[in-house]
């Protein structure tokens, strides 16, 4: 059986009143890409930052790679937050730092790196990343969404972590670049074994890169399995969502 690097049990979160999850479980498996998808407020982004510890919930249990990341604190959390890399939207870059520097904050975390070392292992990131030599001088004003993104991406994996999570990696970009970074995402799995948490309202994304799909709805996770899988669900929004004229443009020719 395959081992689980994140476990969710009987989340709830809440803002004030407004509840946007309740009872909800989840899996990431080792190894697996993961799609996370849902309409628009149903919480994936919540999610995310519930699982990295940026968000308190009121109830339920999020362990990540065998740690209860709510009870641990202090130097125990840090040595957690290293084994995983969260890419945001738009990559959530510091505007003042260029893209290597950006790279270099979470290297500066750790102990030993002497600054040659540290721009060195930066410099191997953003090429990992697919960004080409130039743009490490390069501010965040000065890059399109797509490198911005790539940029993000080098910052996730800067201390070689387990775990990545993306927030919606291929929103904004065209198809022609959606689709080099799907194939970068599958790439990077690959070479480096990493499990990735991958929230997306990108069809051609779930299709190109994901083992497994997670759907969001009714504040929890409302199935889980592979695309193939998900046709099968009677539910009306994943339904619709998997069978809707975009997933029929997805899969045409491939059926
Ligand atoms: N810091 C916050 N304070 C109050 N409410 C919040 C906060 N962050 C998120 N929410 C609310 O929680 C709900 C879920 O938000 P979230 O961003 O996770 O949705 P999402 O599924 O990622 O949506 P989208 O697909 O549109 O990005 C929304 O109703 C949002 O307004």
Redesign the pocket.
């Known amino acids: 059986m395959s081992e689980n690097v994140i476990e969710v049990r009987g989340l709830t979160t809440r803002?004030g009143e407004?509840v946007?999850h309740e009872g909800l479980d989840l899996d990431l498996r080792r190894g697996e890409i993961l799609g996370v998808v849902?309409g628009?407020?149903?919480?994936?982004?919540?999610l995310l930052r519930t699982i990295v510890g940026l968000i308190r919930p009121a109830a339920g249990q999020v362990r990540v790679l065998g740690q209860d990341v709510q009870s641990l604190s202090g130097l125990a959390r840090e040595a957690l937050e290293r084994r995983w890399g969260v890419m945001f939207q738009d990559g959530a870059l510091f505007s003042a730092l260029c893209v290597q520097e950006n790279v270099e904050v979470p290297l500066r975390a750790v102990p030993g790196l002497t600054p040659e070392q540290r721009e060195g292992l930066a410099q191997l990131k953003v090429a990992m990343a697919g960004l080409p030599w130039n743009a490490n001088g390069k501010y965040p004003s000065d890059l399109s969404g797509g490198m911005r993104k790539r940029a993000g991406l080098a910052r996730a994996l800067a201390l070689d972590p387990e775990i990545v999570f993306l927030d919606e990696p291929t929103a904004g970009l065209d198809p022609i670049g959606a689709d080099a970074f799907d194939r970068l995402i599958v790439g990077l799995r690959d070479a480096l074994n990493l499990s990735v948490f991958l929230?997306t309202?990108d069809l051609d994304t779930l299709h190109a890169c994901c083992d497994r799909v997670a759907v969001l709805a009714e504040r929890k996770v409302l199935a889980t399995g592979t695309m193939a899988e998900m046709l099968k669900v009677d539910h009306p929004w994943v339904h619709d969502y998997f069978h809707g004229p975009r997933a029929r443009a997805v899969t045409a020719g491939t059926e």
């Open positions: 803002f407004h946007v849902g628009s407020g149903t919480g994936k982004s919540v929230v309202h």
